[in-house]
Each structure stands twice: as structure tokens, then as C-alpha cells.
């Protein structure tokens, strides 16, 4: 992804013109696209939403979305609205005090937004056009007349952006064909829903599926695929259409779909032939051979060879499978270390950053990051990731960032400490010293660290800042206490099912000697059966308790408590449940066979 990423939604679905029909879309199309886009797992745009402004307004929300923008950014503008033609054929935007026969007056020109963006800094520019064209008039009302149908994407295309900038524009129709809502153009007796291209879009970025490489990321090419499939399924009416002058691929999103896919090179037939050889020796010289292919920097290459070796490791004999899940384990995602802590930073501060450094074979190296957390953001730099923690949410921050290759996951945790600007622990200048200006600031000083993952074997890790005991983040052992507690007491209460057991067995063996004489009664009571069993009833249920205790706290206050200690916590929890609840079972089955056979024995 791109240093900074920036979408504006203009969405119009209510008009004073009455001859102006109303939309049921557009603020659907918003609500769903804001959602979508913002999502730091999907889009990670920053969003801003225009909804029915007066066309004054929208003018000048356009151009300040252009303005004061770097080489580096990517702008994405989409409109959900009427569109409509001049008698000259000119393409206006409706607003929501648009008056259809003063169309330059009360409208927003398409000449206007082309403006903008050929003259903004950014380095790559997105329009999406959802708007209805030429229907966009009620039947006796006034329109505009019609002078030839209105191209749109020769409406923008005709006066290309400033040189060596990147732009796109993907419409939902062209000409005088209608953007449908759903099955119709507009309907207000129909529920709200989005129309049926920026559905399309919505979904294909939530789901996924908009990855048709199977790469990991959803380019602008993949998402027009996509939506044009989609719309001409659900209405073959309707078609979508593109213009574009990118240099390169334009990654719009994130793809939310499992693991990456590679599309991978068959091995060679000599290769795929000794495989199946019978000969030991030969399929071992083949696992070798693969084991070089893995490591090639073609990836369609080391798929395929990859491929093989999990066939290999699946079907083989043990001493040739083991070979192969040996060099399976090399391209393998091993982040070094799997925790990064960022420690006390100031409230509202720049976003502090790490470096992750991406190491071993090409294959092992591809992967994708997708952060679990809103204020977790990942930025891709010509050596791996770079992590940014946001700083404006105040409070213990504790999130996961998943990394998604081509065999595996891992997970990199990543911890931080938002405090107040000027609350505990932040180092103030000694008195008397000044910092220089090219010294960074006490708060900002000893906050990168560099992730290494790959196989072992790679460069060792960077040795990490010491932690100072201000910075030490909380811990807290309430949680692995009682987890420890559920435990003991479940250990108890099968020691004294089992003690119960066996004097239980011995008062039965006695009843049985004594004939017509005795009964279970007085036996069960000479040899203190039932204390134990009760005992172990007690101390079952408590376990359940503390160990329930244990995991509600672990989970509410997950801030308090490191990694290790969760993950000690909930084994513990697991063992003592798996112990207590058999010994109640079987505690509860032997008291009810004493209550119900004691009369009658």
C-alpha cells in the first residue's frame, strides 16, 4: 500500500427539484463503501462522507480532497448520485438544490472534478461513477433536452492529468444507459439497498473474491473484472466501464481470502518421472532437486516445487517424506521475534514505527499482513513491513498482526501503552539542558526495532532496548492463580472419587458376606464411603468455579497479562475442566445408585 491512502463518498438521494426522482442507493452505497474502505484489514483508506450537500458545498469539498497532496498519495473519489447532460451534452453531478434547467448554476460540471484532478500532487487518482444518466427525470416534468447521448468516460479521458500521474475511472454505465437499483431504476417503495454496482464493489473488496490472481491484494484491474461480471449477471442492461493511464498495478485493498495462491510452474517431466521412480536413491535425488527449485526467485517455480514436496511428505516412505517436510519447514513464516512492545507513548503523539525486516528463501518471504486492530497499520517498504501504532486512543493497546504466505500463517503480537501527554512515566528534559534539534525527544528515542522472519538459520535478531522498570508494562497473576487453584482442586477431586471407589467396593464386598443380617447402610457407613464422594462433589464444583473465574478475568482484562501467562492460564483452565467434570459425573451416577439401591440391599 501506498504512505497515505484517501477516499471521499459523495452520496444524493434527496432532491428539492421534484421533477428530480429520489434514490433509494446512495446513502446504502455510502454506508457500505465507507465500511469497507476504511477497514485497515481491507482498504485503509481515511473516509469522509458527503451526504445530500448543496452543490456549493460539494465543489468545494472536491477540490480541498485535491488539494495539499503528496507524490505519494492515493485519492479514490466516488459519487452516488443523478448525473445529468447539459443540451450541449456536458456531464453535470446533481445535488440536493440542483435545478435542472440552471444545470451550471446549481450543479457540479464534470469539467470541474476533471479539473481537480489533473492539477492535485497525488501520485495516482480513482473515480468511481455510480450515477444514473438521462433517467434521472420523472415523466411531465421538466428536463433537460437531449442533444446526442453523453459519453462519460470521454468526459474525463479527453484531457489527460498533469504528466507522470497516475489516474483511473470505472463507471457504472455509460452513455444513456441506466445504473440500476437493485431490479429497478428507483423505487421508494422498495427497502433501501445498494445499487447494484457499488454492491459489487463492496462485496468483492469485503469477501475477497475481487483477488482473482489469488495474490493476497486487490488491484484496480481485478476489482473492474470483478464488478463487470457481477453487473452483467445480475443485469445485462448495464455495463460497466473503464479508463485508465496507471504506471504499474494500483492496489486498492487487501484480500481478506486465506492463504496466497501461486499460480505454479509444472517441474520438469524428468523431474515429475524420477519422482515416481521405484528406486530409493532416484526419488531421494528428486527431493533434492525440488529442495533447489524452492529456493528459486521465480515464485510460480518454487510453487511448483513446493507442490511436489508436499506430495512427497504426504505418500512417501518415512525416510524420503521426512526430506521433504524438512525443506518444506524452510520456507515457513518465522517471525523473529513474535512480540513487539512499543511501551509508554504520549497521547496524540506521531505514530511510532518498527521495521520488519522480511528474510529467507523468495518464497518465504511473500507473504501479506493484515492487522487485526484499528489502530494497528502496516506500510510495505523495499525490505518488508513497517508498523505504525496510532497513538490518539489513550490506554493498554494489545493487538495481532496476521501474516498470510503460501503455506502457513504467523502471527506477530504487538503491545503499546497510550498515556496522557504529560502523565506518568514521560522523561521531561533535566533542567537547565535543551534537547538539539536533531536529537529526537525522550518519549520518541529507542522506538524501532527490526523483525526478522524466516527459517532458522538467517541473521541473528537485533538486540532489543533495555526496558526501563517506568516503561515495564503491567502484569498481573490473579488469572494463572486461580487457573492453578482450579487445577489442584480438580486433582483433588479425582483423588477422593478414587478413595470413595475403593472403600465403597469394600463395604459392598462385606454386605455381600453378611447375608440376610446386615445392610449396605451400616457397611457404606463403617468404612466412610460418602465423606470422600463428597468431598469430591465440592471440590469439582469449586474447580469449575475458579477455573470459570480464571478465563472471564484472562478475557476482560486481557491487558494485564503477557502472552505467556494467558496462554498459561487457558492450558491450565483446559487440564482442570477435562479433570473436574468426569470426577462430578461419575461422583453424581455413584451417589444416585446409593440413594436408589440402599433400601432395597
Request: aromatic share 4%; with cysteine.
Amino acid at each position: 500500500m501506498t504512505d497515505s491512502r484517501h477516499a471521499l463518498i459523495i452520496a444524493n438521494d434527496r432532491y428539492t427539484d421534484q421533477g428530480l426522482k429520489k434514490l433509494r442507493a446512495p446513502a446504502q452505497d455510502a454506508a457500505a463503501l465507507e465500511k469497507v474502505l476504511h477497514d485497515p484489514q481491507i482498504g485503509d483508506f481515511e473516509v469522509e462522507v458527503v451526504h445530500n450537500a448543496s452543490a456549493d458545498v460539494m465543489r468545494r469539498r472536491i477540490q480541498g480532497f485535491f488539494n495539499d497532496r503528496r507524490r505519494a498519495d492515493t485519492l479514490l473519489l466516488h459519487f452516488s448520485c443523478h448525473g445529468l447532460k447539459s443540451e450541449a451534452g456536458e456531464l453535470y453531478f446533481a445535488a440536493s438544490d440542483t435545478e435542472p434547467p440552471l444545470l451550471a448554476a446549481t450543479a457540479v460540471p464534470s469539467q470541474f472534478v476533471r479539473s481537480c484532478m489533473s492539477v492535485t500532487r497525488a501520485g495516482r487518482t480513482v473515480l468511481f461513477l455510480d450515477c444514473c444518466y438521462g433517467g434521472a427525470f420523472s415523466r411531465g416534468s421538466s428536463s433537460v433536452r437531449a442533444s446526442g447521448d453523453v459519453n462519460v468516460l470521454e468526459s474525463f479521458a479527453k484531457d489527460e492529468p498533469v504528466s507522470g500521474r497516475g489516474w483511473a475511472v470505472i463507471t457504472a454505465s455509460d452513455s444513456m444507459e441506466y445504473a440500476f437499483e437493485g431490479s429497478q431504476l428507483a423505487d421508494d417503495s422498495s427497502a433501501p439497498q445498494p445499487s447494484v454496482f457499488t454492491h459489487a464493489v463492496v462485496d468483492g473488496l469485503e469477501t475477497g473474491e475481487a483477488d482473482l490472481d489469488a495474490d493476497g491484494k486487490v488491484s484496480l484491474d481485478d476489482l473492474y473484472e470483478y464488478v463487470f461480471r457481477q453487473v452483467q449477471e445480475q443485469n445485462p442492461h448495464q455495463t460497466p466501464k473503464k479508463a485508465a493511464d496507471l504506471h504499474g498495478e494500483l492496489h486498492l485493498a487487501h484480500s481478506r481470502r486465506g492463504r496466497i495462491k501461486i499460480v505454479a510452474d509444472d517441474s520438469p517431466p524428468r523431474l515429475q518421472t524420477a519422482l515416481k521412480s521405484d528406486d530409493v536413491l532416484t526419488r531421494q535425488g528428486a527431493v533434492l532437486e525440488l529442495q533447489k527449485r524452492l529456493q528459486h526467485t521465480e515464485l510460480a517455480v518454487a510453487e511448483g516445487a513446493r507442490q511436489h514436496l508436499e506430495e512427497v511428505a504426504r505418500n512417501d516412505i518415512q525416510q524420503i517424506a521426512v526430506m521433504a517436510s524438512d525443506a518444506l519447514g524452510k520456507i515457513r513464516l518465522a517471525p523473529s521475534p513474535d512480540h513487539l512492545d512499543f511501551g509508554l507513548v504520549p497521547k496524540g503523539s506521531a505514530p511510532r514505527k518498527q521495521s520488519v525486516t522480511m528474510h529467507g528463501p523468495p518464497l518465504a518471504r511473500h507473504c501479506v499482513a493484515q492487522p487485526k486492530e484499528s489502530w494497528l497499520r502496516v506500510d510495505p517498504t523495499g525490505s518488508g513491513l513497517e508498523v505504525h501504532v496510532d497513538t490518539a486512543t489513550q490506554g493498554r493497546l494489545s493487538g495481532d498482526i496476521v501474516l498470510k504466505g503460501v503455506a502457513d500463517e504467523s502471527v506477530i503480537h504487538v503491545e503499546a501503552e497510550v498515556a496522557p501527554a504529560h502523565g506518568p512515566g514521560r522523561t521531561e528534559p533535566e533542567p537547565g539542558r535543551a534537547h538539539d534539534s536533531t536529537t529526537p525527544p525522550p518519549e520518541a528515542d529507542g522506538k524501532r526495532q527490526t523483525v526478522v522472519i524466516g527459517p532458522p538459520g538467517t541473521p541473528p535478531r537485533p538486540e532489543q532496548p533495555p526496558v526501563s522498570p517506568a516503561r515495564a508494562p503491567r502484569t498481573d497473576r490473579r488469572a494463572p492463580a486461580l487457573a492453578g487453584t482450579a487445577l489442584a482442586l480438580a486433582v483433588a477431586a479425582i483423588g477422593t472419587l478414587v478413595l470413595a471407589m475403593q472403600r465403597a467396593v469394600v463395604a459392598i464386598v462385606e454386605r455381600g458376606e453378611e447375608g440376610v443380617h446386615g445392610t449396605i447402610e451400616d457397611n457404606v457407613r463403617e468404612y466412610g464411603a460418602l465423606t470422600p464422594l463428597i468431598v469430591c462433589l465440592v471440590t469439582g464444583a469449586v474447580a469449575l468455579v475458579a477455573g470459570a473465574v480464571a478465563r472471564h478475568d484472562l478475557e476482560t482484562r486481557q491487558e494485564h497479562y503477557p502472552r505467556q501467562a494467558a496462554s498459561s492460564t487457558r492450558a491450565l483452565t483446559s487440564v482442570a475442566k477435562g479433570l473436574a467434570i468426569p470426577a462430578l459425573v461419575l461422583a453424581v451416577l455413584a451417589g444416585i445408585a446409593y440413594l436408589v439401591g440402599s433400601p432395597h440391599w
